[in-house]
């Protein structure tokens, strides 16, 4: 009889620090290591058996746009077939992985979150090439990814336990929670460990089997993932792979009437069509889909006039260029006192200025390429819209992508409320100034967006940061730092309105959008 280990409560995995020269030799040793694996062919995985296909695509380095980071089998050759059989597969395989234990699928967890903590540079330096990710932001992105396995695994145990009922005389009641069925997991390219991990393994965890569809921009990253899964011996058939290089996969997941849940992290456009398509019933369907979206944002960072102005341009310039301004919590608003304006863009250009441009294997590089063509366009496309709208760029605007898809921090001020680059996701490191009259007009604009994801607020006035607790409307909000960096089990995380269901990932309640509550009552 397996005993249950005795767990630590969970504490998140620290972050490398690269100024210690063993770290960086570490890391140097690592980015060396994947280098000699670029370039090598990746299957198709479903119920353990890897299949090839007469199609491939090729993810590339956005940073080296010659450098290949690996070749992929691609399903969308023969979409409708393979769903079929990654689906089959994913229902054989639950009608035994819902009865193992809670206890032994936690385990399952823990023992991937100490191969990745193991080859924690490992993973990050196949983010640094496919990606485009820093040493920093890559390392982040693995300990996060860790954090999820270890958080979700014990809050797993934790709702598998006796659940609080009312005790009723003669009667033996009791409430418990079961698994849904076979999932599609449709993660992001610009987390593509931590987000991956997270949404295929709360699934999984909960005693549901799935198909992970990975990012056609990130699919090496999802692959080193289930080479982990199978040397932890996750059973054949629990998570099944199917990489492809457009939506044909995506499209029939959604549709197929024996996927019980969708779960997806991505733009706006495509989820609000998830949402759409999984409300449709299909023939053969016996349950309502339930989605799990979590979309864009337009995130705005807030500072008034009695703000510290010093914290305030550190806070804006690492929330709206970190990773390149790819975050769906980046800042990409900052809505500034008037009274203020001068003197926080004065050091707010000053920092942005200092930032070091270049190829994310070296290990000073701040910002590097975004992740793609058209990513590159639209960031391109859309700082000549909010110069025609009005804007003038005080750093940056303009690209690069001779080489990688590099564009420059960009900040554009005298931005008007309502204006393109205001309203509209960019997903770039493109941050928009907005002078307001004063709190209440910024909490104003603030608001004024389809979106309500992460925002922030700068101020000293206890008064301000009480009237935003009530009236900034968004998912997550900070005071007094900056709206990026949110931690597994310290800032669950998920947004109001267009931003998504408000799923809070790294939250006490997140595995339940994954399970089904049953109440059992027994006569006495």
Same mark, same amino acid.
């Given at each position: 009889?397996?005993?249950?280990?005795?767990?630590?409560?969970?504490?998140?995995?620290?972050?490398?620090?690269?100024?210690?020269?063993?770290?960086?030799?570490?890391?140097?040793?690592?980015?060396?290591?994947?280098?000699?694996?670029?370039?090598?062919?990746?299957?198709?995985?479903?119920?353990?058996?890897?299949?090839?296909?007469?199609?491939?695509?090729?993810?590339?380095?956005?940073?080296?746009?010659?450098?290949?980071?690996?070749?992929?089998?691609?399903?969308?050759?023969?979409?409708?077939?393979?769903?079929?059989?990654?689906?089959?597969?994913?229902?054989?395989?639950?009608?035994?992985?819902?009865?193992?234990?809670?206890?032994?699928?936690?385990?399952?967890?823990?023992?991937?979150?100490?191969?990745?903590?193991?080859?924690?540079?490992?993973?990050?330096?196949?983010?640094?090439?496919?990606?485009?990710?820093?040493?920093?932001?890559?390392?982040?992105?693995?300990?996060?990814?860790?954090?999820?396995?270890?958080?979700?695994?014990?809050?797993?145990?934790?709702?598998?336990?006796?659940?609080? %009922?009312?005790?009723?005389?003669?009667?033996?009641?009791?409430?418990?929670?079961?698994?849904?069925?076979?999932?599609?997991?449709?993660?992001?390219?610009?987390?593509?460990?931590?987000?991956?991990?997270?949404?295929?393994?709360?699934?999984?965890?909960?005693?549901?089997?799935?198909?992970?569809?990975?990012?056609?921009?990130?699919?090496?990253?999802?692959?080193?993932?289930?080479?982990?899964?199978?040397?932890?011996?996750?059973?054949?058939? %629990?998570?099944?792979?199917?990489?492809?290089?457009?939506?044909?996969?995506?499209?029939?997941?959604?549709?197929?009437?024996?996927?019980?849940?969708?779960?997806?992290?991505?733009?706006?456009?495509?989820?609000?069509?998830?949402?759409?398509?999984?409300?449709?019933?299909?023939?053969?369907?016996?349950?309502?889909?339930?989605?799990?979206?979590?979309?864009?944002?337009?995130?705005?960072? %807030?500072?008034?006039?009695?703000?510290?102005?010093?914290?305030?341009?550190?806070?804006?310039?690492?929330?709206?260029?970190?990773?390149?301004?790819?975050?769906?919590?980046?800042?990409?608003?900052?809505?500034?006192?008037?009274?203020?304006?001068?003197?926080?863009?004065?050091?707010?250009?000053?920092?942005?200025?200092?930032?070091?441009?270049?190829?994310?294997?070296?290990?000073?590089?701040?910002?590097?390429?975004?992740?793609?063509?058209?990513?590159?366009?639209?960031?391109?496309?859309?700082?000549?819209?909010?110069?025609?709208?009005?804007?003038?760029?005080?750093?940056?605007?303009?690209?690069?992508?001779?080489?990688?898809?590099?564009?420059?921090?960009?900040?554009?001020?005298?931005?008007?409320?309502?204006?393109?680059?205001?309203?509209?996701?960019?997903?770039?490191?493109?941050?928009?100034?907005?002078?307001?009259?004063?709190?209440?007009?910024?909490?104003?604009?603030?608001?004024?967006?389809?979106?309500?994801?992460?925002?922030?607020?700068?101020?000293?006035?206890?008064?301000?940061?009480?009237?935003?607790?009530?009236?900034?409307?968004?998912?997550?909000?900070?005071?007094?730092?900056?709206?990026?960096?949110?931690?597994?089990?310290?800032?669950?995380?998920?947004?109001?309105?267009?931003?998504?269901?408000?799923?809070?990932?790294?939250?006490?309640?997140?595995?339940?959008?994954?399970?089904?509550?049953?109440?059992?009552?027994?006569?006495?």
């Amino acid at each position: 009889m397996q005993t249950q280990r005795v767990l630590d409560e969970f504490r998140n995995e620290p972050f490398t620090d690269f100024s210690q020269p063993e770290n960086q030799i570490a890391m140097e040793a690592a980015i060396e290591g994947v280098r000699g694996e670029l370039g090598r062919e990746n299957p198709i995985v479903i119920n353990g058996k890897h299949f090839t296909s007469e199609n491939n695509f090729e993810s590339i380095n956005p940073a080296d746009k010659t450098q290949v980071v690996g070749i992929f089998a691609d399903a969308d050759a023969h979409a409708e077939s393979l769903v079929d059989q990654a689906i089959e597969a994913a229902t054989d395989a639950f009608k035994i992985w819902q009865n193992v234990s809670a206890a032994e699928r936690a385990e399952y967890l823990f023992k991937a979150a100490a191969i990745l903590r193991e080859r924690k540079h490992y993973f990050s330096a196949w983010m640094i090439f496919e990606a485009g990710k820093t040493w920093a932001e890559a390392d982040g992105d693995t300990a996060e990814a860790i954090d999820f396995l270890e958080f979700y695994g014990r809050e797993m145990l934790r709702w598998a336990g006796p659940q609080p %009922v009312t005790p009723y005389e003669g009667e033996n009641n009791r409430f418990e929670y079961v698994p849904l069925g076979v999932g599609a997991i449709i993660p992001p390219w610009n987390f593509p460990l931590a987000i991956m991990v997270g949404m295929t393994m709360a699934a999984v965890v909960a005693g549901n089997t799935t198909v992970l569809k990975p990012s056609p921009d990130a699919p090496t990253i999802a692959y080193k993932f289930m080479e982990v899964l199978e040397e932890i011996g996750l059973p054949a058939g %629990v998570v099944n792979f199917l990489p492809s290089s457009g939506i044909k996969v995506g499209e029939y997941l959604v549709a197929h009437p024996k996927t019980r849940f969708i779960s997806f992290t991505g733009s706006k456009a495509v989820g609000l069509h998830i949402y759409e398509e999984a409300a449709k019933t299909r023939e053969g369907q016996r349950w309502m889909k339930r989605v799990v979206a979590e979309m864009g944002g337009k995130d705005a960072i %807030v500072v008034a006039d009695d703000a510290d102005l010093d914290s305030a341009a550190e806070g804006v310039v690492s929330a709206a260029f970190g990773f390149q301004g790819q975050k769906c919590s980046a800042c990409s608003r900052l809505i500034v006192d008037e009274k203020v304006h001068a003197p926080l863009m004065e050091k707010v250009i000053e920092l942005t200025k200092k930032l070091k441009i270049g190829l994310p294997t070296e290990p000073d590089t701040n910002l590097t390429a975004v992740i793609n063509q058209k990513s590159f366009d639209k960031a391109t496309s859309m700082i000549q819209k909010g110069i025609e709208e009005g804007g003038k760029v005080l750093v940056g605007g303009k690209g690069d992508s001779s080489n990688g898809f590099y564009v420059e921090p960009t900040i554009i001020d005298d931005v008007k409320p309502q204006s393109t680059i205001e309203q509209e996701e960019i997903f770039a490191p493109v941050l928009a100034v907005i002078k307001a009259k004063d709190f209440d007009h910024a909490l104003e604009i603030a608001n004024d967006t389809p979106y309500g994801l992460t925002g922030a607020v700068y101020s000293t006035s206890q008064g301000n940061l009480e009237k935003a607790k009530r009236e900034f409307h968004v998912g997550n909000l900070y005071l007094n730092r900056k709206c990026t960096g949110a931690l597994v089990g310290v800032h669950p995380f998920g947004g109001f309105n267009m931003s998504g269901t408000d799923s809070k990932a790294g939250g006490r309640e997140y595995l339940l959008q994954f399970m089904q509550g049953k109440s059992v009552s027994q006569k006495l």
